[in-house]
């Protein structure tokens, strides 16, 4: 694909994660057949200039790393925790260290910083300005990761 038709889109401010911190974002994913589908991505800023994102599905059993409390790190902030089956992953890789998963890793995600924005990179959006940023359980029960 030639760089100028890469899809990027703004996901949020880079100021709106702090260093070492984690946040989840529910987007639309545009499909192959032109259908809007959900969309649930994480972002972690590693340090003041380094992000890494991932898609919220723990290879496990597909359903999202994140219950409950809403964290994606383990207390230390060392690696990312799945909040149902106590697997651990590498921040850096997405690779699963240890826990039902081990070996498997999340899919990574590409991303930018483009005029103080952290931006997604070639994945195709539905732009929708009344979209939450932070998934609730009502849309967790409802809705489950392909």
């Not at 032109?34 to 972690?44: L, Q």
Request: charged share 25%; with cysteine.
């Amino acid at each position: 694909m030639p760089a100028d038709d890469i899809e990027v889109y703004a996901i949020c401010h880079r100021e709106a994660i702090s260093p070492g911190e984690a946040k989840a974002f529910s987007l639309f994913r545009r499909h192959e057949n032109g259908e809007a589908r959900p969309f649930s991505i994480f972002v972690i800023r590693k340090s003041a200039r380094e992000y890494v994102g991932y898609v919220n599905v723990c290879p496990h059993n597909r359903t999202w790393l994140n219950i409950s409390s809403g964290g994606f790190l383990t207390a230390d902030r060392a690696r990312i925790a799945c909040s149902r089956h106590r697997a651990e992953f590498d921040i850096e890789s997405g690779t699963c260290l240890s826990g039902p998963c081990e070996g498997a890793s999340l899919e990574p995600l590409a991303l930018t910083i483009i005029a103080g924005d952290v931006c997604l990179c070639g994945v195709s959006l539905v732009e929708d300005e009344s979209v939450r940023e932070e998934p609730d359980e009502t849309m967790e029960i409802s809705i489950h990761p392909e």
